[in-house]
């Protein structure tokens, strides 16, 4: 049998020669249980000796935090991640980059634990999850709830226009096109890479890219307030901040947890005519557009 190949794509950068960052992607044999440092510890002693980041023989054990990567998406720790397909591997933004991987680290007292730090994303997270809830529940009562919904799907489209389009202005602002890939890389509005959720993958069902996403702090907070089918409106802001980045594609929602799945499941899709022009129409209905 072949053994598996996976392809690591890594953030480099060197300073003393490089005028900015760029991808440079690697394809290594997956070995059972192979964390993320066993990727750059094959690469870096079978492939490019070039690629620089903080290898520990010592620790390894979770415990001292220092390679903390960002991989797919995600703050993690490197030694302790496991991987089990392609991955993407950045150094954490807001540090200063020696080499590559490897990056210059605050003074201690300056640093706080990642758990503390995924802590209080979270409780932000719940207090923004009980804000929707709040609005949303007022404007029912309010308004009853036809109109109240037609005023919610409003406020949510007009939410993710201005997610959308800020991200579209900082996409184009790094002279990239409006690709589905280059989303993430408007980081000023963007997901919390951690606090937020649990745990996010990326998943191939039927040859389509899927990414889950587990443990998210405003479903917790919506089911402990028996408000799962009004906080669900709120995940229609993903569909929306999409359509206003490039009105040809949609983010949909597979599965979610207020709909009682265990976890959300997103997929990028294309958008047709009708799609597009009731989107941009000022009172159609579009919460249809999410599948």
């Known amino acids: 049998m072949n053994q598996k190949m ?29 964390s993320v440092m066993d990727v750059l510890d094959y690469i870096h002693h079978n492939i490019d000796s070039t690629l620089s980041y903080y290898s520990h023989t010592a620790c390894r054990r979770g415990v001292c935090g220092r390679c ?25 933004p807001n540090f200063k980059v020696i080499r590559d991987l490897a990056y210059k680290t605050f003074e201690k007292a ?12 979270e409780i932000t997270s719940r207090r923004l999850g009980l804000l929707h809830l709040s609005y949303a529940k007022t404007i029912m009562e309010e308004l009853g709830e036809e ?16 997610i959308g389009e800020k991200t579209k202005d900082e996409v184009q ?26 745990k996010i993958e990326t998943i191939e069902v039927n040859g389509e890219l899927r990414t889950r996403a587990y443990g998210c702090a405003l479903a917790k907070v919506w089911k402990e ?23 040809n594609y949609k983010l949909v929602h597979i599965k979610t947890i207020p709909d009682g799945n265990d976890y959300c499941e997103f997929a990028v899709k294309k958008t047709t005519k009708k799609e597009r022009m009731d989107f941009l129409a000022k009172n159609k209905p579009w919460l249809y557009i999410d599948k």
Do not use: W
């Open 6 to 34: 996976i392809k690591a794509k890594i953030l480099r950068f060197n300073p003393a020669i490089d005028e900015k960052p760029y991808y440079q992607t690697y394809e290594i044999p997956m070995e059972s249980e192979m």
């Open 68 to 92: 903390t990567l960002i991989i797919n998406g995600r703050a993690s720790l490197a030694c302790q991640t496991i991987v089990h397909n392609d991955v993407t591997i950045e150094p954490p």
């Open 110 to 121: 300056k640093m706080i634990p990642l758990k503390e730090a995924e802590k209080e994303v």
């Open 147 to 162: 109109k109240g919904l037609e005023i919610i799907a409003k406020a949510i489209k007009n939410y993710g226009i201005m």
């Open 173 to 198: 602002s790094k002279g990239l096109n409006l690709s589905p890939e280059n989303f993430d890389k408007g980081e000023s509005l963007r997901v919390p890479k951690f606090g937020m959720h649990s």
């Open 225 to 247: 307030f028996g408000g799962e089918k009004l906080g669900r409106l709120y995940c229609y802001v993903d569909v929306a901040k999409y359509m206003a980045y490039n009105p």
